[in-house]
């Protein structure tokens, strides 16, 4: 069984520019997440889609960071323009629809914001 | 609200050495907790996880943690460390029904030849 794909697989932007990821998740894995890991300090969730809608985003900087999972399979999370503070890895994980399932991560986008 | 806390940021033990890290939780209903580890520049990868059944759950590559109710906690053990331990563990708390997760800020191990 493939696993969840992530490119690119490291990224260096300057400030201000703009910078998109993209993820496809594992075959038949209809919930997707996008997690911001800074240096140090556990993953955070961003945004969590069913499907392609969006279940929980609450924690997405939403004047700077969008994201889309138009056909409800792969999904791509931009950031616009991009601060310094962004600098972090961004993984992406997805799960099958059954209850607290666990969630398979792909190995991440390394981004780098100068 | 659901919380986890690692104590300690960085574990250091000897090869052959048990190994203990150690989580507590958080949680206004039952939780459903897992245990992931992080090699350098991956992603995570699930060593194992809590869903109410067996309090001691076993996991992959020797590794096993206990449920404690009355301590909030799920200690993550094995009982002999390898050079290949070498890695991050994160703790996780799973929020609701729709598996989304919240993460401790993580317990780097070093093993020591």
């Known amino acids: 069984e493939a696993g969840v794909a992530q490119s690119p697989r490291y990224k260096i932007i300057e400030k201000r520019q703009s910078v998109a990821f993209w993820c496809n998740p594992i075959?038949?894995?209809?919930?997707l997440y996008w997690y911001q890991q800074i240096l140090g300090q556990g993953p955070k969730l961003l945004i969590q889609?069913?499907?392609?809608?969006?279940?929980?985003d609450s924690q997405l900087p939403k004047d700077r960071f969008s994201a889309e999972r138009l056909k409800g399979v792969d999904s791509t999370l931009k950031i616009q323009p991009a601060k310094l503070e962004d600098s972090a890895v961004y993984l992406c994980?997805?799960?099958?629809?059954?209850?607290?399932?666990?969630?398979?991560f792909g190995q991440g986008t390394r981004l780098t914001v100068v | 609200a659901q919380s986890v806390t690692q104590l300690g940021s960085h574990v250091s033990v000897s090869e052959g050495a048990l190994v203990l890290l150690r989580c507590n939780y958080s949680s206004s209903v039952p939780p459903y907790l897992f245990w992931y580890v992080q090699y350098p520049n991956q992603g995570l990868q699930l060593l194992l996880k809590?869903?109410?059944?067996?309090?001691l759950v076993k996991g992959i590559n020797g590794f096993e943690a206990e449920f404690k109710k009355s301590e909030t906690s799920f200690h993550l053990t094995k009982p002999s460390a390898h050079m290949s331990d070498a890695a991050e563990y994160f703790c996780a708390v799973s929020l609701g029904s729709q598996g989304n997760l919240i993460f401790g800020k993580g317990t780097k191990l070093s093993v020591k030849p």
């Open positions: 994980a997805s799960s099958s629809t059954r209850a607290r399932t666990e969630a398979f």
């Open positions: 075959s038949g894995h209809a919930t």
């Open positions: 889609f069913q499907n392609n809608g969006v279940v929980d």
């Open positions: 809590y869903t109410s059944a067996a309090t």
